[in-house]
């Protein structure tokens, strides 16, 4: 079976293959070679050799295969590897099949032994020779050897710092020789040898360390991050290198055929004259921009042809793939080369605005556009923003600290963290954070996932830091070069101003803006035009494009979405953002509030029902208000009201000065509140006297309820509002329970609303008896909707709180994949939640069945809802966007066929 694929002059074996096979790097390579593209030759090693590989097979196994492609690569370009006269140099890089930017390993200039180093000192002059074997030192001590690169970097710096040099391009090849010599020595005093200098060692042991830095921390860290299966492997590409470091007519450098950030149309990106392509990435040096800008820097200034080859191979690119690509590329002596295409990372902002232009350019269809889009995307469209005035007014206060690159949505302010592992402890003590450093690096990832937001002050738009703030949807600014970082005292200081580490900071990714201090955020503008009506939607491109991608997705959508709200004001944001009805509301929020608890407390306190009806009476006329709050502003949409849940005890103080406050509000002695606190004790309260038990034991709470209820509706039927209210009794387990509780609401409707209010009388399906007999408790029921949160908890076992201590331990070592309270057990609470639908109408055709915990909101579980036939989920009104998004998703995949791994 072949399993090297070669690319080069115009042919590629590889090229029908596609990522699977080949990883994102691999398949672009080799389509881009089939296009003509200029691509310097090589090969590609395909991701199953490293699955096999990290499984502890051998790479005998390819070696044949991989000499046979290297052959033909030295055929290519006229050059042989190690070769005394003019060398021929590789690099060799990962690509997985998703794109992982800079978590795995790459080395450049592979081949560079001490023959060869002299050959290409006599082709292409000996300081660039110099340069090339300092960096393949650098790159292959670090990734093969396992010598640290801060290492390598401390020789090449304190090198700058001895000759009064800000760039590693103005050293000079007498210096750069003794970087060599230093680095050389470096290695045989951490390894014990001298540095490879065979160039099938060299080449078997960058193979081999690309190979396993699919296991590295940061690579499984950021698998984790975005749902990436372990078992995928990763490609090795082993290529001819070109080289941007040959002078001031050579170049590296990134580009995007459309901006990243906004979504606009126009060519975006950056490069360095005489550089190699980490340092671009690495923001180690500003890069230059690639379109003209009036500074005489522009590569459209410098190098005319080689823009216009890029424009040119820009358009080629995005009608082949239809999707705004990320490009790298390398110029020597003036000449253009690609050396990867694929997908572009981008914000929640480019990605709506990308699919819905490229829909009117005619590039997609509108299914594909729904397909572009991530759910999660969308929430950064809702990102908070700082208010102008308040920004102004901090800036005349003298705290604008400095400006960067804008490289990532929103505004954010958080305490200032200088290390990854400092923001990752600070954000658990509950502090929002603000990483800052000179540059990041893949192994600060965990940092930047902690973090509100980014701030580097070296790099450009396409460093790492924005590229992997991009992908994350968060809060970002690069290249704040005014600003200096002094980690060493904890401080940054710019413009006379100082901040230490533990203080506040605010960022506006959306300017490049610093500020000292905290500034409040606002909403965004989808959410100003949306809720606020704040301007006419036309007006907004960016909430014009939301707009239209989610009539989009309701077309195309067979799940309906619903939300879970508990207030008038969060009913008609729920509407705004286009639910079609409440899917829960929890009635004893409503409880809490402070004119309210009082009168719970007094009805707890009562000893016979007649006392707790002379309480509850109170409570009557105020939760009536709030329903028919609700109802007008549903304006005729469902309502699903769950009666009370939590036990009687959660509303009762337990602090002293609490328990006194109450026995004087209430008129009563300390201590008959502290002994009815006692007398409510229970050993497990999930599990206790709670849900439909207490509106069976104390009938007359539920009565109150269902009497406010349709109290409500009688009232909105006379304003001209249809109400569909459909009460929901919390924690069945048995038939009888809900049969029981369903002859009390029925009765209470009968008396109040005599069959002028529509209403539906069904069950959360939270205990997984109920799951099992759902046939039995269907017959009498009008709709089932799963409480996901509580299912979970007692199919597990888990405590919810109390997880927390050992789930993180479980996901870490690999005991689960992930939080089952995140994204939901498809493989036991789905099969109870998919058994339960099943049996429930099969014993009841048509039976309407919904969803209303958490995981109505999570994409990947909307799509296990879709597959199993609900009729709808509920979620938060601020995740109802990202739910119409992701059931349309799920609609036009098919649903998902999922396997079992747990």
């Known amino acids: 079976m072949k399993r090297v694929f070669f690319f080069g002059n115009g042919e590629a074996e590889g090229a029908e293959l596609g990522k699977v096979t080949l990883g994102g790097k691999g398949a672009g390579l080799a389509e881009m070679t089939a296009l003509g593209i200029p691509v310097p030759p090589g090969f590609t090693i395909e991701a199953g050799v490293c699955v096999d590989f990290l499984h502890g097979a051998s790479l005998d196994g390819i070696r044949a295969e991989v000499e046979s492609a290297l052959a033909r690569i030295e055929r290519a370009t006229g050059k042989r590897l190690g070769d005394s006269e003019d060398p021929l140099l590789v690099s060799v890089r990962s690509g997985a099949r998703s794109s992982m930017p800079g978590m795995m390993d790459t080395i450049?200039?592979?081949?560079?032994?001490?023959?060869a180093l002299r050959g290409l000192a006599r082709a292409s002059g000996e300081r660039f020779a110099l340069d090339c074997r300092r960096r393949f030192l650098e790159m292959y001590g670090d990734v093969v050897l396992r010598v640290p690169r801060h290492q390598f970097d401390r020789i090449l710096a304190e090198k700058k710092q001895q000759r009064g040099f800000n760039s590693d391009v103005e050293l000079l090849a007498t210096d750069l020789a003794d970087v060599v010599r230093q680095h050389e020595q470096l290695v045989r005093q951490k390894t014990g040898k001298n540095f490879p200098d065979n160039t099938r060692e060299q080449l078997w042991g960058a193979i081999a360390a690309v190979f396993r830095s699919w296991d590295n921390e940061r690579a499984k860290t950021y698998r984790k991050l975005h749902h990436i299966p372990d078992d995928w492997g990763t490609a090795v590409n082993v290529q001819a290198m070109v080289f941007g470091n040959r002078g001031e007519t050579s170049a590296t450098g990134v580009a995007f055929t459309r901006d990243p950030s906004t979504g606009e149309r126009k060519f975006y990106g950056e490069f360095l004259p005489n550089a190699q392509g980490e340092d671009v990435v690495a923001g180690i040096r500003t890069p230059r921009p690639l379109s003209k800008d009036g500074s005489g820097l522009s590569l459209e200034e410098t190098m005319p042809e080689a823009h216009a080859e890029l424009l040119r191979i820009r358009d080629i690119l995005e009608r082949r793939y239809r999707d705004m690509q990320d490009l790298e590329f390398t110029i020597e002596d003036r000449k253009l080369y690609i050396l990867q295409t694929r997908s572009a990372k981008r914000t929640g902002f480019?990605?709506?605005?990308?699919?819905?232009?490229?829909?009117?350019?005619?590039?997609?269809?509108?299914?594909?556009?729904?397909?572009?889009?991530?759910p999660e995307q969308l929430i950064q469209l809702l990102a908070p923003v700082f208010p102008e005035k308040e920004k102004e007014a901090a800036i005349k206060d003298g705290r604008f600290l400095g400006k960067g690159l804008p490289a990532g949505p929103?505004?954010?302010?958080?305490?200032?963290?200088?290390?990854?592992?400092?923001?990752?402890?600070?954000?658990?003590?509950?502090?929002?954070?603000?990483?800052?450093?000179?540059?990041?690096?893949?192994?600060?990832?965990a940092g930047m996932q902690t973090a509100a937001g980014?701030?580097?002050?070296?790099?450009?738009?396409?460093?790492?830091?924005?590229?992997?703030?991009?992908?994350?949807?968060?809060?970002?600014?690069?290249?704040?070069?005014?600003?200096?970082?002094?980690?060493?005292?904890?401080?940054?200081?710019?413009?006379?101003?100082?901040?230490?580490?533990?203080?506040?900071?605010?960022?506006?990714?959306?300017?490049?803006?610093?500020?000292?201090?905290?500034?409040?955020?606002?909403?965004?503008?989808?959410?100003?035009?949306?809720?606020?009506?704040?301007?006419?939607?036309?007006?907004?491109?960016?909430?014009?494009?939301?707009?239209?991608?989610?009539?989009?997705?309701d077309a195309r959508r067979r799940l309906g979405v619903r939300a879970n709200a508990d207030t008038p004001q969060d009913a008609r944001v729920a509407r705004l953002f286009g639910a079609e009805g409440i899917g829960l509301c929890r009635t004893e929020h409503m409880f809490f509030e402070e004119q309210r608890i009082p009168a719970v407390r007094e009805m707890i306190l009562a000893d016979n029902p007649e006392g707790r009806r002379e309480a509850l009476a109170k409570i009557l006329p105020m939760q009536r208000e709030d329903f028919l709050g609700i109802f007008r502003e549903m304006k005729g949409r469902p309502v699903t009201i769950r009666l009370l849940d939590p036990p009687l005890h959660e509303f009762l103080p337990r602090e002293d000065e609490a328990v006194r406050k109450t026995a004087k509000e209430l008129g009563v002695a300390p201590d008959v509140v502290r002994e009815r606190v006692r007398a409510l004790a229970e050993v497990n309260p999930m599990l206790g006297h709670?849900?439909?038990?207490?509106?069976?034991?104390?009938?007359?709470?539920?009565?109150?309820?269902?009497c406010a209820i349709f109290e409500a509706a009688v009232l909105a039927l006379r304003e001209g509002v249809r109400p569909k209210p459909e009460i929901m009794i919390p924690l069945v387990g048995a038939k009888g329970e809900f049969d029981r509780l369903k002859k009390l609401i029925d009765r209470e409707a009968k008396r109040i609303a005599d069959d002028r209010v529509n209403y539906k009388v069904g069950t959360m399906i939270e205990v997984p008896r109920a799951a099992l007999r759902a046939n039995r408790i269907a017959l009498n029921c009008d709709f089932f909707s799963f409480g996901t949160n509580d299912l979970t908890q007692l199919t597990y076992g888990y405590s919810r709180d109390d997880a927390v201590s050992f789930l993180p331990i479980y996901i870490a070592e690999g005991v689960l994949p992930e939080d089952?309270?995140?994204?939901?057990?498809?493989?036991?609470?789905g099969e109870l939640i998919s058994l339960a639908t099943r049996r429930g109408r099969e014993a009841k055709p048509g039976l309407k069945i919904g969803v209303c915990g958490e995981h109505g909101g999570d994409p990947r579980s909307i799509e296990f809802f879709h597959s199993v036939g609900l009729d709808y989920v509920s979620c938060s009104p601020f995740r109802v966007a990202v739910a119409r998004l992701a059931a349309a998703r799920a609609a036009l995949a098919g649903g998902m066929q999922a396997s079992a791994t747990a």
């Open 820 to 829: 089952p309270f995140a994204s939901l057990d498809q493989y036991g609470v």
């Open 690 to 706: 709670r849900g439909c038990r207490l509106g069976i034991t104390h009938p007359e709470i539920y009565e109150m309820q269902v």
């Open 350 to 374: 480019a990605a709506v605005r990308i699919a819905t232009d490229m829909v009117d350019e005619g590039l997609i269809s509108e299914d594909e556009a729904i397909a572009r889009v991530e």
């Open 108 to 115: 450049l200039n592979l081949g560079l032994t001490s023959h």
């Open 454 to 553: 980014i701030l580097t002050t070296r790099g450009g738009t396409t460093s790492h830091a924005a590229v992997v703030a991009r992908g994350m949807g968060k809060t970002c600014i690069v290249g704040a070069g005014e600003i200096v970082v002094d980690a060493v005292h904890g401080q940054v200081r710019a413009r006379g101003l100082t901040a230490c580490e533990g203080e506040w900071m605010s960022i506006d990714g959306s300017t490049g803006e610093v500020l000292v201090g905290q500034i409040p955020t606002h909403p965004s503008e989808v959410l100003r035009v949306v809720l606020e009506g704040a301007m006419p939607i036309q007006e907004s491109p960016v909430a014009m494009a939301f707009t239209r991608l989610l009539l989009w997705a």
């Open 410 to 445: 929103g505004a954010a302010c958080g305490c200032i963290a200088f290390t990854a592992e400092h923001a990752v402890a600070m954000a658990e003590e509950g502090e929002p954070i603000i990483l800052v450093r000179e540059e990041t690096s893949p192994e600060d990832i």
